[in-house]
């Protein structure tokens, strides 16, 4: 997939906030000290004025984006995953989570991929952690076009809200004219009878060029793209256990209490089915190039592929 275009999804985000901010004016963009990183700089060189640098207290931040949200504004609180998840956790619960206030969380440089930046950084526990929260829509896009998308969803849907992109630049592998996002609503990007991939976030496309290689062997692969962890698609997910027999999830993050978690719950209930769950394994990450990594971790298209033919 080398001659695709890619972007990375905190590009799209702040791409999103721009024109988003055109169409409405009760929208305000929060950030803590990371404007540049984040891509709310965007937002803030053509809304200076609805745009608040909070400084290096993501908690107060959260705590800011509350009550301007009590005010009838649209706040969308930025900062890295691991801070806006993982440090300000007690702020997004007690005061956006249990009041149902209308927040969006736009958290970048989640997982493995923030490379160089190392295990201090690469939050792959923050979908667990939001998943847990009651009311919170947690939404995890794999590529530009379904990024910017999301971003419009969740200023559409009135509660909170938390977005993960990441840094690494990703292949755009949707069509902006054609694709629709559909709040809660999975899709199938490849049809296949032996076994479903269910992958969200930057692995949908690692997963796609996974399930090529393994059609060249004879294994018919049906790939769902999951780009909203909660609420999740039951529907999707049990149709595929029924019809494929075998299920995959892969994910740019812990394996525990993620994606993979997440459709083990349905399939458990609703349609009980072998799962393989393809993801950080317990461990923490480190410091090297984010392609690297990928690749160590096995979350690259070779190591989805070596290890869903095996399954299979």
């Keep these: 997939m080398s001659d695709v275009k890619r972007i990375a999804t905190r590009e799209s985000y702040g791409n999103a906030l721009?024109?988003?901010?055109k169409q409405h004016e009760d929208i305000v963009v929060l950030d803590a000290d990371l404007a540049a990183a984040t891509?709310?700089?965007?937002?803030?060189?053509?809304?200076?004025?609805?745009?608040?640098?909070?400084?290096?207290?993501?908690?107060?931040?959260?705590?800011?984006?509350?009550?301007?949200?009590?005010?009838?504004?649209?706040?969308?609180?930025?900062?890295?995953?691991?801070?806006?998840?993982?440090?300000?956790?007690?702020?997004?619960?007690?005061?956006?989570?249990?009041?149902?206030?209308n927040v969006k969380i736009g958290a970048t440089h989640a997982g493995i991929s923030v490379g160089e930046d190392g295990a201090t950084h690469q939050c792959n526990e923050d979908i667990a952690l939001m998943r847990t929260i009651p009311g919170m829509v947690v939404i995890n896009p794999s590529d530009d076009v379904e990024a910017k998308a999301a971003v419009k969803a969740a200023y559409e849907h009135n509660g909170p809200v938390y977005l993960r992109f990441g840094r690494l630049a990703v292949p755009v592998?949707?069509?902006?004219?054609?694709?629709?996002?559909?709040?809660?609503?999975?899709?199938?990007?490849?049809?296949?009878?032996?076994?479903?991939?269910?992958?969200?976030?930057?692995?949908?496309?690692?997963?796609?060029?996974?399930a090529?290689?393994?059609?060249?062997?004879?294994?018919?692969?049906?790939?769902?793209?999951?780009?909203?962890?909660?609420?999740?698609?039951?529907?999707?997910?049990?149709?595929a256990a029924n019809e494929t027999g075998k299920i995959v999830t892969v994910e740019e993050h812990s394996i525990i209490g993620g994606l993979g978690s997440a459709v083990c719950d349905v399939i458990a209930e609703k349609a009980p089915t072998k799962v393989m769950k393809i993801g950080i394994n317990d461990v923490y990450g480190e410091s090297g190039p984010a392609v690297e990594l990928i690749k160590k971790y096995g979350l690259d298209a070779e190591s989805i592929y070596k290890k869903v033919k095996a399954f299979v």
């Design 39 to 101: 891509k709310t700089v965007m937002f803030k060189n053509a809304f200076p004025e609805r745009h608040i640098d909070c400084g290096i207290a993501e908690c107060n931040m959260i705590s800011v984006a509350a009550g301007l949200a009590t005010t009838g504004m649209v706040p969308f609180a930025s900062s890295f995953a691991m801070f806006a998840a993982g440090r300000a956790f007690e702020q997004i619960r007690n005061s956006v989570g249990y009041p149902k206030l």
């Design 212 to 239: 090529e290689m393994l059609e060249k062997d004879g294994i018919s692969v049906r790939v769902i793209n999951i780009h909203t962890i909660k609420p999740m698609d039951e529907e999707i997910i049990v149709k």
């Design 173 to 210: 592998i949707n069509n902006e004219e054609e694709y629709t996002f559909e709040l809660g609503k999975g899709i199938t990007l490849k049809d296949g009878k032996d076994v479903t991939i269910i992958a969200t976030g930057l692995p949908v496309s690692e997963s796609l060029e996974a």
């Design 18 to 21: 721009v024109e988003l901010g």
